[in-house]
């Protein structure tokens, strides 16, 4: 099924050559992938945030300072913005945007007594002075405090699913409430959603009453629990973003959790943690091989209670504390000992409790590493075999790779070693599935352009004072010489982007799917502690310092990489991608760099495309997903929802049948059945008030006829060149290197 938009954190890094500076600390950039439970690693123990007290301290005072310095006033931004009245007001929008984007909390009151605060912003930043944003969130907190406190009163009232009113949930362009009242009565067709999701769902109205009632009671308290330094990171990015889109602060918190997605590994024990609705901290999974799983003793949907340091340190009462908080506690230094007080998944809340002691260790995410199949077309001695490595981001261990590690993580190193695993398994064609791939390293993405090329250039950056270098693949030899295909999508960025595109000019490979999300910039990581002398924690600046150019000239900025092969689109241009932003860079184009084709696949597309539509026609699995994506297409340009139980259910109830007469139809054409497909209609939950089996259950793969028609498409021009030597002769001239991988 189509799921909801991905976040694309599509971020590059840029070498920093011959710099002695404090800047020459650029750290490599890239994706911000934020792990759910990806916390830092172990600080000292920390008590529970006191909430009522949210004040600046000194490292956020300096760390404003030398933002504003790097940001607006060096020349390390590619497009630096002067940081005056004129962007204070930028800022000031963007801040309360980013806590109330739905104006559901403040009033028109309140923002007017902001109002004076709206040409102070760039001050504060400059003098570090940051009163006037954390005065405008403790206000925030005050209307979200007295706002969960009326929801839940508001709940002890009955329902009226028989009147015909609309929920409207698109807020984006809503002016600010001009009393109580008036969020009184948006409020009050929110909750009404709230509850008609849950009865449609077929729970009870007094259980209904209970999980709303938990709901709105947790995020009152998560609101109340955010300290000053997610305070500080929401204020510098509204400044960060008011300068461009990838530009953006990361507290130190963050920061760790941005090189723990970078390098695939944390030290700890391997549980993935969320938070219940009881305000318990949960396992929601223990990663293979780490000490929770070799353990045998910690499972799925454990609460944890208590952690404490070593063999003897003192037992910390986390009930109640924020995940992040919690997960400081557990994660330490390989060979430590934390000692976890957990109430396990089977008992009740009065259950008898098992004290463990655990010796934490370097940990492998493998999860978010490259993976491979093996895709077989037709049966018997006839069956075509694609090889398929699925990348969800181009990862590196920058630290391991610095220090010269045997063993360090890269997205190359391991494509390299599927590469050679598919070959021993004698696959025709590889498939580099991208979709969903935000971005990472530029290093990443030359090197494993370096796969498939024997050497030459792979991207061309113009860096903030308009030089333009070029990033050149310089090992000779490839690791795949065979015909290849490329997956994209629209949140397929940056580094996919680049890599997608040189294959493409190249004429290496193939292009399927839909137009990337056209992001063209290039940023790098900046470790604000390298200019302070006497306040380390400072955090990391992510800033924007070079456009990258493809060898062809042109730039992906807004136009992305155009496939060969266009699937149905599922996010256009104007809904999701670089153009949505308001202050994007414009597209541009710079010179060409010289380098030899592979290629042209240009005179066999047409040939291609008929195959592709004969064949998808033909496709159930295919034809449903393009039902999947117009029905999700249709569902995003609503704006609102009724709130009339008989119109719901009928909605409800024929989404059902679809799902059922699709099921009984993949049992008629022999397919595995999907037997959870109507289970996993809208149960009215969200994710931390769903049993844990349940969500993983959700969570299983499912067909997936993209990657398979791009296996199919890659199969069909093999055997297309083969077929027709004067095709083949227009396609790859008898210099390429593909020729003979043909023959």
């Known amino acids: 099924m189509i799921g909801p938009r991905p976040r694309v954190g599509s971020d590059l890094d840029l070498k920093v050559h011959g710099m002695r500076s404090p800047v020459s600390r650029f750290a490599p950039l890239l994706l911000a992938l934020l792990l759910p439970l990806a916390p830092l690693s172990a600080k000292t123990e920390r008590s529970r945030v006191d909430a009522l007290s949210l004040e600046p301290n000194a490292q956020q005072t300096e760390a404003a300072r030398w933002m504003a310095q790097l940001v607006s006033n060096s020349r390390f931004h590619y497009s630096p913005q002067k940081l005056d009245d004129a962007l204070s007001e930028q800022i000031f929008d963007?801040?309360?945007?980013?806590?109330?984007?739905?104006?559901?909390?403040?009033?028109?009151?309140?923002?007017?007594?902001?109002?004076?605060?709206?040409?102070?912003?760039?001050?504060?930043?400059?003098?570090g002075r940051l009163a006037p944003a954390f005065e405008i969130f403790k206000v925030y907190r005050q209307r979200v405090e007295e706002r969960t406190r009326a929801l839940r009163e508001a709940l002890k009232q009955d329902f009226d699913f028989s009147v015909d009113e609309s929920y409207s949930f698109d807020r984006k362009d809503a002016a600010w409430a001009t009393s109580s009242e008036e969020l009184d009565e948006l409020w009050r067709l929110r909750v009404k959603n709230d509850a008609l999701r849950l009865?449609?769902?077929?729970?009870?109205?007094?259980?209904?009453?209970?999980?709303?009632?938990?709901?709105?009671?947790?995020?009152?308290?998560?609101?109340?629990?955010?300290?000053?330094?997610?305070?500080?990171?929401?204020?510098?990015?509204?400044?960060?973003?008011?300068?461009?889109?990838?530009?953006?602060?990361?507290?130190?918190?963050?920061?760790?959790?941005?090189?723990?997605?970078?390098?695939?590994?944390?030290?700890?024990?391997?549980?993935?943690?969320?938070?219940?609705?009881?305000?318990?901290?949960?396992?929601?999974?223990?990663?293979?091989?780490?000490?929770?799983?070799?353990?045998?003793?910690?499972?799925?949907?454990?609460?944890?209670?208590?952690?404490?340091?070593?063999?003897?340190?003192?037992?910390?009462?986390?009930?109640?504390?924020?995940?992040?908080?919690?997960?400081?506690?557990?994660?330490?230094?390989?060979?430590?000992?934390?000692?976890?007080?957990?109430?396990?998944?089977?008992?009740?809340?009065?259950?008898?409790?098992?004290?463990?002691?655990?010796?934490?260790?370097?940990?492998?995410?493998?999860?978010?590493?490259?993976?491979?199949?093996?895709?077989?077309?037709?049966?018997?001695?006839?069956?075509?075999?694609?090889?398929?490595?699925?990348?969800?981001?181009?990862?590196?261990?920058?630290?391991?790779?610095?220090?010269?590690?045997?063993?360090?993580?890269?997205?190359?190193?391991?494509?390299?070693?599927?590469?050679?695993?598919?070959?021993?398994?004698?696959?025709?064609?590889?498939?580099?599935?991208?979709?969903?791939?935000?971005?990472?390293?530029?290093?990443?993405?030359?090197?494993?352009?370096?796969?498939?090329?024997?050497?030459?250039?792979?991207?061309?950056?113009?860096?903030?004072?308009?030089?333009?270098?070029?990033?050149?693949?310089?090992?000779?030899?490839?690791?795949?010489?065979?015909?290849?295909?490329?997956?994209?999508?629209?949140?397929?960025?940056?580094?996919?982007?680049?890599?997608?595109?040189?294959?493409?000019?190249?004429g290496r490979g193939l292009i399927m799917g839909e137009p990337t999300f056209g992001k063209g910039t290039v940023q790098n990581l900046v470790d604000l502690d390298a200019f302070s002398r006497e306040n380390p924690g400072l955090g990391h600046l992510k800033i924007t310092v070079a456009q990258f150019f493809r060898i062809a000239g042109g730039s992906t900025q807004h136009k992305g990489v155009v496939p060969d092969i266009a699937f149905p689109v599922t996010w256009d241009a104007t809904e999701y991608g670089e153009s949505v932003y308001d202050n994007a860079l414009p597209w541009a184009a710079i010179a060409p760099a010289k380098f030899d084709s592979y290629g042209d696949f240009k005179p066999m597309l047409p040939l291609l495309k008929s195959k592709h539509e004969a064949r998808i026609a033909q496709d159930q699995e295919f034809q449903w997903w393009i039902e999947d994506v117009n029905e999700y297409r249709e569902l995003r340009e609503r704006k609102t929802l009724s709130l009339n139980e008989a119109t719901r259910r009928a909605e409800r109830e024929r989404e059902e049948a679809r799902r059922t007469a699709r099921e009984a139809q993949r049992k008629a054409l022999g397919q595995e059945v999907d037997e959870d497909a109507v289970a996993t209609l809208d149960d009215g939950l969200q994710a931390d008030e769903r049993p844990i089996e349940a969500d993983e259950d959700s969570a299983e793969e499912k067909p997936d006829a993209l990657v398979r028609e791009t296996a199919h498409l890659l199969i069909d021009a093999i055997d297309l060149l083969r077929a027709d030597s004067k095709l083949a002769a227009r396609v790859i001239p008898d210099t390429s290197p593909l020729k003979v991988a043909l023959d």
């Open 94 to 127: 963007r801040y309360l945007e980013s806590l109330d984007g739905d104006k559901l909390f403040l009033l028109a009151d309140d923002v007017a007594a902001f109002e004076s605060y709206r040409l102070q912003m760039d001050e504060a930043i400059l003098s």
């Open 199 to 506: 009865v449609l769902a077929g729970r009870e109205i007094d259980k209904i009453r209970e999980t709303l009632d938990k709901r709105y009671k947790n995020f009152g308290e998560r609101v109340r629990q955010i300290d000053a330094e997610d305070v500080f990171q929401t204020f510098m990015n509204a400044y960060a973003g008011a300068i461009e889109p990838h530009t953006a602060y990361m507290n130190p918190r963050t920061s760790e959790n941005f090189n723990i997605s970078m390098r695939l590994s944390l030290e700890g024990i391997g549980a993935v943690l969320s938070r219940s609705d009881e305000e318990f901290t949960v396992v929601r999974s223990v990663v293979p091989g780490g000490p929770a799983a070799l353990s045998g003793k910690i499972k799925p949907g454990d609460r944890i209670l208590a952690v404490g340091q070593g063999e003897s340190g003192p037992m910390v009462d986390v009930v109640g504390w924020r995940l992040d908080d919690v997960v400081d506690l557990i994660r330490g230094p390989a060979d430590s000992v934390v000692r976890l007080d957990v109430l396990p998944a089977e008992v009740g809340i009065d259950g008898e409790h098992v004290l463990l002691s655990l010796s934490r260790q370097k940990v492998k995410l493998e999860e978010q590493a490259a993976k491979k199949q093996v895709i077989e077309m037709g049966e018997g001695e006839d069956a075509r075999r694609v090889g398929v490595i699925s990348l969800p981001a181009f990862y590196q261990d920058f630290e391991g790779r610095r220090r010269d590690e045997p063993d360090y993580r890269s997205a190359t190193r391991d494509v390299a070693r599927l590469l050679e695993e598919l070959k021993a398994e004698n696959v025709e064609g590889v498939v580099i599935d991208l979709r969903n791939n935000g971005g990472g390293s530029l290093n990443e993405a030359v090197e494993l352009t370096g796969l498939f090329i024997d050497t030459g250039p792979v991207v061309q950056v113009k860096d903030a004072g308009r030089r333009v270098s070029i990033e050149t693949d310089r090992k000779p030899g490839v690791a795949w010489d065979g015909p290849v295909a490329v997956l994209i999508n629209r949140a397929s960025a940056s580094a996919s982007e680049i890599f997608a595109g040189a294959i493409q000019d190249y």
